[in-house]
């Protein structure tokens, strides 16, 4: 079997650049070596509450920014969740093998339920269903981030519960792991990850922003007061933080960029950091805008929930038929 891959970015809120960077251009990427399962999980979205406008919006504009990014509809699968009902299918087989204990360990219900009065108990067992996405498409990698590591390991747990009471059904997925530019910070402090929730908006550029926008936000975007562009994670966050960004945006190597601004200061810099940016999402823009609402994203979608669906149900009959359920 070759190399699969799966993954999927969230439509609950509008895409930073550290999407792009941690995800969309890892897609990319990873599609020249994998053969790739690219989805929208809009089921995961609704553990939380959603405007029904909102969520269908957003769900197109992420499977629009898949391709506009780079990820090749026809190479790859691109589908919504939730036009594939065996995800929620094997996600319930996937319930009965979790533990209550392993669910309420996971840091993710933890932050988003503190200190909230009432929250979905489908907020609780996502994990579940989590798993069964990776799952069903007998995926070998799992792009992950520092944030996700423990999903994949629940996913790992699962799938080896599962062998190990009713015969190999599931390969076991290893994580791919991104190293520069894997976990963009904010504009206005490096200790905090890039994130639209932030109130000041100078502190996250989206992938949809303007180029005077972009402009903006990079040149009021905190350093220090060295005034050296140097790349020092311990002693120069701040700093650090843009040149990964650049270094990821340019395609450039980070010496190449502390030896161009040796001796500089931080004016120059900044203004070119933003120029690599917008030089990258000036073409996905323009791609995103001609998809978001076309025809062809409407046939892509049908195209890869059509082929997800048929890969989908022999992974899931191979459970029901592991786990004696009756199946014809």
């Known amino acids: 079997m070759s190399k699969r891959i799966l993954s999927g970015i969230k439509p609950s809120g509008d895409l930073n650049i550290g999407g792009?960077?941690?995800?969309?251009?890892?897609?990319?990427?990873?599609?020249?070596?994998?053969?790739?399962?690219?989805?929208?999980?809009?089921?995961?979205?609704?553990?939380?509450?959603?405007?029904?406008?909102?969520?269908?919006?957003?769900?197109?504009?992420?499977?629009?920014?898949?391709?506009?990014?780079?990820?090749?509809?026809?190479?790859?699968?691109?589908?919504?969740?939730?036009?594939?009902p065996a995800h929620v299918e094997l996600g319930w087989i996937m319930e009965t093998q979790a533990?209550?204990?392993?669910?309420?360990?996971?840091?993710?219900?933890?932050?988003?339920?503190?200190?909230?009065?009432?929250?979905?108990?489908?907020?609780?067992?996502?994990?579940?269903?989590?798993?069964?996405?990776?799952?069903?498409?007998?995926?070998?990698?799992?792009?992950v981030g520092e944030d996700q590591k423990q999903h994949l390991e629940l996913t790992r747990d699962l799938a080896t519960r599962f062998n190990n009471r009713f015969g190999k059904t599931f390969i076991l997925p290893e994580p791919v792991i991104q190293e520069v530019g894997a976990r963009v910070m904010g504009l206005d402090d490096p200790s905090k990850k890039m994130s639209k929730s932030n109130?000041?908006?100078?502190?996250?550029?989206?992938?949809?922003?303007?180029?005077?926008?972009?402009?903006?936000?990079?040149?009021?975007?905190?350093?220090?007061?060295?005034?050296?562009?140097?790349?020092?994670?311990?002693?120069?966050?701040?700093?650090?933080?843009?040149?990964?960004?650049?270094?990821?945006?340019?395609?450039?190597?980070?010496?190449v960029i502390e030896k161009r601004y040796e001796g500089q200061g931080y004016g120059a810099f900044k203004k070119d950091l933003a120029e690599a940016v917008i030089q990258k999402l000036t073409p996905l823009q323009e791609r995103y805008h001609e998809l978001v609402h076309s025809e062809e994203l409407d046939r892509i979608l049908k195209d890869g929930a059509r082929k997800a669906s048929e890969e989908a149900h022999k992974t899931l009959d191979a459970a029901k038929r592991a786990m004696g359920l009756l199946t014809f």
Do not use: C
């Open 20 to 84: 792009y960077v941690g995800a969309l251009q890892q897609f990319v990427k990873l599609q020249e070596e994998y053969e790739g399962y690219f989805f929208v999980p809009d089921l995961h979205a609704i553990t939380v509450p959603q405007d029904p406008k909102e969520l269908r919006e957003r769900s197109r504009q992420i499977a629009a920014l898949y391709i506009a990014a780079g990820v090749d509809p026809v190479r790859n699968t691109i589908f919504m969740q939730s036009h594939v």
């Open 99 to 143: 533990y209550f204990g392993e669910m309420s360990r996971m840091t993710q219900f933890k932050e988003k339920s503190d200190g909230k009065d009432a929250v979905s108990s489908a907020l609780f067992t996502y994990p579940a269903l989590m798993a069964a996405d990776i799952l069903l498409y007998q995926a070998t990698h799992v792009p």
């Open 199 to 255: 109130p000041n908006q100078n502190s996250y550029v989206l992938l949809l922003d303007t180029p005077a926008a972009i402009r903006k936000k990079f040149s009021k975007a905190v350093t220090d007061s060295d005034m050296s562009v140097r790349y020092d994670w311990d002693n120069k966050p701040a700093v650090s933080n843009l040149i990964e960004i650049y270094s990821v945006f340019s395609d450039e190597e980070i010496p």
